[in-house]
């Protein structure tokens, strides 16, 4: 296993073009799986972040920063804009999506 963290530039309405990062994790057999920042703040969440198979994106999530108060964060695993899909994200939940992408 391998990691690339490569830089690319964005753009949102309120924040104007920033410069931020990818992290491409090379796993085995030519196949990889890409951490993207897509968006920093939205309606419901403080971030957001693709995770999803490189060359498949049938195979895809969203990693969601919520602001629960004023000083605490909790990060969600979504695998769909409902929420009975999204679900509190833990290493075990992280690693359990890649072992199904793998297979």
Known sequence: MSFSVL???RYEANLGEYLTTVLEIQINNGRAISVDPVSSISSDYDGR??????????KKVSILRKLINDREYVWLLAKSSD??????????LFIKQIIEWLQ
Do not use: I, S, W
């Not at 929420?83 to 075990?92: A, D, G, I, Y």
């Open 7 to 9: 830089p690319v530039k």
């Open 49 to 58: 972040l693709d995770f999803y198979m490189l060359g498949n994106m049938n």
């Open 83 to 92: 929420p009975k899909t999204h679900f509190p994200l833990n290493q075990e």
